[in-house]
């Protein structure tokens, strides 16, 4: 068998991507037609932002309705009517909304914090500023005033239930958007009303599953002249920490600033010095049960906002947050201009060692209806060594179902010699709602790869992908959705050595559009990867029988019972020892459950637990049995008080953490707030308890 590698052949593809890169760079984006077009005006007397639409300023615009059907039965009209007024100032976005509701009295709405209502009677609104049909900002009401929106940022909201269904508005500052500078602006936009005791979303546009939801926008016409000025955010904290860790004490005050500065309306600077994590969440527990690195969910708003300019379209992490574990300072820049789209990021990271710097750019060009191409860059500069990481990534999408994308990562550090340290991906798929379903995927990861700035969860390994399968949908029903596919997988070494294979069916149900079921059996063979005394990773030559089943279900309501999910698996597979040297055959049952209540609607309790159980098939000797959990209470007294805490746990260590939270809001992004942790955690061979407590008080000031 011919093995899978040949340096010349991956430099001569490498290039050809370049090639095609270089070429396409300055083609010009195709544009669409749109279905409906809004005219917005502009007003002199802005509105009270209450939700009761009774100012002047609606009854002189005409509103526009017609809203249609995306599930259940998509394309349908939409079973109860909605009307939407928009207008304009120097300074907002203004909208109003009448939801119509045959019967209010079944309106479902939580009182929630911002963001965190599911499953709500609510109103949407989606606007693509650029008009590019492939970046958007969305922000969300329901009936009771919650907000959420997909980037953080300041707006105004009121809401009122009606003996005729329900009303709401919203104020937009045009300092929380980012746009072109044009002088005439052409916005996409559009308005999305979910009916909770209908299970029902409506889109005003119609909106076909098979295509890209932002190429079926309206267009929103007459917003001109706008000036937003330079948005500038200054976000202090300042608070006391009490610590008390194995006996040692902490008493500390705290200060730190975060900055927001709007240099143009498409480019924003982002600023952190000393920043406060005090209100995040701690890390779940997870059992290590390979020698690969977990992956932790980055959770610091610093981080998570404007996240989308730093990603690859493969998923592949060549940068990890995760890495800059206690920034001292870090600035970032992103923004989006004529089709391009970029983001630059620096921090300087304190570490027991001094400390290290990161420095990360991205940039990614629009072409045709919905493709791009991009190159990153991440590096990292440690005290003794230095690593870096060039990409070059394309998406290609044709006739709105087909989508070809990949990526060629390329690893320079400073202490290996560079060489086989490269990581490649190629993927073909056929993706509609209905019908034929297909896929091939190819990824390469060298064995000397090692992105120091990014996530990697294995090296040396390439495998093959192939997926074949079938999908119905019905709009009427209990099954909204059926679909099965057939996985066959060749794995290899990077030097093109077979380490294993594996052929696997699965089916999909949905039901209601609310119940989700999935199982699968598999069955193939495997080598596993092993740490040699040197604690580098080797194939162990030798094959191991994999097989097994598993079911994943989910069933999402709102009501008293939230949401209830079970997943459980069992597998024939290789067991690793403790040291992770050596694997022996045997098997695993895993079991995972939550459950999530709503017994009043500004009070949530959520319960989790997952099991793992790992036996020899020799002896039947029990070698692992591990449980995690988690409990979770939120109280929302008023829409600015609330009370949240969460308790988080594993049995084979008794290792716990339990998090207190009490906060009240000022006003859009000011808080007090009490924040209590304590804990009981392994780390090497000891087991640190303590706990800390934190008086925090953050304001907003926006220039």
Same mark, same amino acid.
């Given at each position: 068998?011919?093995?899978?590698?040949?340096?010349?052949?991956?430099?001569?593809?490498? $290039?050809?991507?370049? #090639?095609?890169?270089?070429?396409?760079?300055?083609?010009?984006?195709?544009?669409?037609?749109?279905? /409906?077009?809004?005219?917005?005006?502009?007003?002199?007397?802005?509105?009270?932002?209450?939700?009761?639409?009774?100012?002047?300023?609606?009854?002189?615009?005409?509103?526009?309705?017609?809203?249609?059907?995306?599930?259940?039965?998509?394309?349908?009209?939409?079973?109860? *009517?909605?009307?939407?007024?928009?207008?304009?100032?120097?300074? %907002? $976005?203004?909208?109003?909304?009448?939801?119509?509701?045959?019967?209010?009295?079944?309106?479902?709405?939580?009182?929630?914090?911002?963001?965190?209502?599911?499953?709500?009677?609510?109103?949407?609104?989606?606007?693509?500023?650029?008009?590019?049909?492939?970046?958007?900002?969305?922000?969300?009401?329901?009936?009771?005033?919650?907000?959420?929106?997909?980037?953080?940022?300041?707006? /105004?909201?009121?809401?009122?239930?009606?003996?005729?269904?329900?009303?709401?508005?919203?104020?937009?500052?045009?300092?929380?958007?980012?746009?072109?500078?044009?002088? !005439?602006?052409?916005? +996409?936009?559009?308005?999305?009303?979910?009916? @909770?005791?209908?299970?029902?979303?409506?889109?005003?546009?119609?909106?076909?599953?098979?295509?890209?939801?932002?190429?079926?926008?309206?267009?929103?016409?007459?917003?001109?002249?706008?000036?937003?000025?330079?948005?500038?955010?200054?976000?202090?904290?300042?608070?006391?920490?009490?610590?008390?860790?194995?006996?040692? /004490?902490?008493?500390?005050?705290?200060?730190?600033?975060?900055?927001?500065?709007?240099?143009?309306?498409?480019?924003?600077?982002?600023?952190?010095?000393?920043?406060?994590?005090?209100?995040?969440?701690?890390?779940?527990?997870?059992?290590?049960?390979?020698?690969? !690195?977990?992956?932790?969910?980055?959770?610091?708003?610093?981080?998570?906002?404007?996240?989308?300019?730093?990603?690859?379209?493969?998923?592949?992490?060549?940068?990890?947050?995760?890495?800059?574990?206690?920034?001292?300072?870090?600035?970032?820049?992103?923004?989006?201009?004529?089709?391009?789209?970029?983001?630059?990021?620096?921090?300087?990271?304190?570490?027991?060692?001094?400390?290290?710097?990161? +420095?990360?750019?991205?940039?990614?060009?629009?072409?045709?209806?919905?493709?791009?191409?991009?190159?990153?860059?991440?590096?990292?500069?440690?005290?003794?060594?230095?690593?870096?990481?060039?990409?070059?990534?394309?998406?290609?999408?044709?006739?709105?179902?087909?989508?070809?994308?990949?990526?060629?990562?390329?690893?320079?550090?400073?202490?290996?010699?560079?060489?086989?340290?490269? $990581?490649?991906?190629?993927?073909?798929?056929?993706?509609?709602?209905?019908?034929?379903? $297909?896929?091939?995927?190819?990824?390469?990861?060298?064995?000397?790869?090692?992105?120091?700035?990014?996530?990697?969860?294995?090296?040396?390994?390439?495998?093959?992908?192939?997926?074949?399968? @079938?999908?119905?949908?019905?709009?009427?029903?209990?099954?909204?959705?059926?679909?099965?596919?057939?996985?066959?997988?060749?794995?290899?070494?990077?030097?093109?050595?077979?380490?294993?294979?594996?052929?696997? #069916?699965?089916?999909?149900?949905? #039901?209601?559009?609310?119940?989700?079921?999935?199982?699968?059996?598999?069955?193939?063979?495997?080598? %596993?990867?092993?740490?040699?005394?040197?604690? *580098?990773?080797?194939?162990?030559?030798?094959?191991?029988?994999?097989?097994?089943?598993?079911?994943?279900?989910?069933?999402?309501?709102?009501?008293?019972?939230?949401?209830?999910?079970?997943?459980?698996?069992?597998?024939?597979?290789?067991?690793?020892?403790?040291?992770?040297?050596?694997?022996?055959?045997?098997?695993?049952?895993?079991? =995972?459950?939550?459950?999530?209540?709503?017994?009043?609607?500004?009070?949530?309790?959520?319960?989790?637990?997952?099991?793992?159980?790992?036996?020899?098939?020799?002896?039947? *000797?029990?070698?692992?049995?591990?449980?995690?959990?988690?409990?979770?209470?939120?109280?929302?007294?008023?829409?600015?008080?609330?009370?949240?805490?969460?308790?988080?746990?594993?049995?084979?260590?008794?290792?716990?953490?339990?998090?207190?939270?009490?906060? %009240?809001?000022?006003?859009?992004?000011?808080?007090?707030?009490?924040?209590?942790?304590?804990?009981?955690?392994?780390?090497?061979? =000891?087991?640190?308890?303590?706990?800390?407590?934190?008086?925090?008080?953050?304001?907003?000031?926006?220039?």
């Amino acid at each position: 068998m011919k093995r899978l590698t040949c340096a010349s052949g991956q430099n001569l593809l490498l $290039l050809i991507f370049l #090639f095609i890169f270089l070429l396409v760079w300055t083609w010009p984006l195709f544009s669409q037609d749109r279905s /409906k077009i809004l005219e917005i005006k502009k007003i002199d007397n802005p509105p009270k932002i209450d939700g009761l639409l009774e100012d002047a300023c609606w009854t002189a615009i005409q509103p526009v309705s017609g809203f249609v059907q995306y599930n259940p039965v998509n394309g349908a009209p939409a079973s109860e *009517e909605t009307y939407v007024w928009a207008a304009y100032d120097d300074r %907002y $976005l203004y909208f109003a909304f009448l939801m119509k509701d045959s019967q209010p009295e079944k309106i479902w709405a939580e009182l929630t914090p911002r963001n965190e209502f599911e499953n709500n009677d609510s109103i949407q609104i989606i606007l693509d500023t650029y008009n590019d049909k492939r970046t958007s900002i969305s922000f969300t009401v329901n009936p009771r005033g919650i907000q959420k929106n997909s980037v953080e940022t300041i707006w /105004k909201s009121g809401a009122r239930i009606r003996d005729d269904g329900w009303s709401a508005e919203m104020a937009i500052p045009f300092k929380s958007l980012r746009f072109s500078s044009a002088r !005439e602006q052409v916005w +996409g936009v559009n308005f999305v009303r979910y009916i @909770y005791r209908l299970n029902e979303t409506d889109y005003w546009t119609e909106v076909k599953r098979d295509l890209p939801k932002l190429h079926q926008m309206a267009e929103l016409r007459g917003l001109s002249g706008l000036k937003p000025g330079h948005n500038l955010e200054i976000f202090p904290y300042a608070g006391v920490r009490s610590s008390r860790w194995e006996g040692e /004490k902490d008493d500390k005050l705290a200060a730190g600033v975060d900055v927001k500065y709007g240099l143009k309306p498409n480019l924003y600077l982002d600023v952190t010095a000393s920043p406060d994590f005090s209100q995040v969440e701690s890390d779940p527990f997870l059992y290590q049960l390979s020698p690969y !690195e977990n992956y932790l969910r980055e959770n610091r708003p610093f981080f998570t906002e404007g996240s989308q300019y730093f990603s690859l379209v493969t998923g592949t992490r060549i940068f990890y947050s995760r890495r800059i574990r206690d920034p001292r300072l870090a600035a970032k820049i992103s923004g989006k201009t004529g089709g391009y789209s970029f983001g630059i990021l620096g921090a300087l990271n304190k570490t027991d060692y001094g400390s290290s710097k990161f +420095g990360v750019f991205r940039l990614k060009r629009d072409l045709f209806k919905n493709s791009q191409v991009g190159i990153y860059y991440t590096g990292v500069d440690e005290l003794e060594s230095t690593s870096q990481n060039l990409a070059f990534d394309y998406s290609f999408n044709f006739k709105d179902i087909y989508y070809l994308r990949g990526a060629s990562i390329i690893c320079f550090d400073s202490a290996t010699d560079n060489s086989r340290n490269g $990581l490649h991906q190629i993927e073909f798929q056929r993706e509609p709602d209905a019908g034929l379903q $297909l896929s091939v995927d190819f990824e390469r990861i060298e064995d000397k790869a090692n992105l120091r700035a990014g996530y990697l969860g294995q090296i040396d390994f390439q495998s093959l992908e192939t997926m074949l399968g @079938y999908a119905w949908r019905y709009n009427r029903g209990a099954v909204q959705r059926l679909s099965w596919d057939i996985t066959g997988t060749l794995n290899w070494d990077s030097y093109g050595r077979p380490v294993g294979q594996e052929l696997e #069916f699965m089916m999909f149900w949905n #039901f209601f559009n609310r119940i989700h079921l999935h199982y699968g059996i598999f069955t193939g063979r495997s080598q %596993y990867q092993v740490l040699t005394p040197e604690n *580098e990773l080797v194939w162990n030559g030798e094959y191991l029988k994999r097989s097994g089943a598993h079911f994943d279900f989910d069933w999402e309501r709102g009501g008293f019972l939230k949401e209830i999910s079970l997943e459980g698996s069992w597998q024939k597979r290789g067991i690793y020892n403790e040291e992770f040297t050596a694997v022996l055959p045997g098997n695993q049952l895993s079991l =995972e459950g939550n459950l999530s209540l709503k017994p009043r609607s500004n009070i949530e309790l959520s319960f989790g637990a997952d099991y793992i159980q790992q036996r020899l098939s020799a002896t039947g *000797e029990k070698v692992f049995d591990g449980l995690t959990y988690e409990a979770a209470l939120h109280y929302q007294l008023t829409q600015k008080l609330f009370i949240s805490t969460i308790l988080l746990g594993e049995t084979r260590e008794s290792q716990y953490s339990f998090d207190f939270l009490a906060g %009240y809001y000022l006003g859009a992004g000011s808080i007090i707030q009490f924040s209590f942790k304590k804990s009981q955690r392994r780390e090497f061979l =000891e087991t640190e308890k303590g706990h800390s407590s934190t008086l925090k008080v953050s304001y907003l000031f926006r220039i």
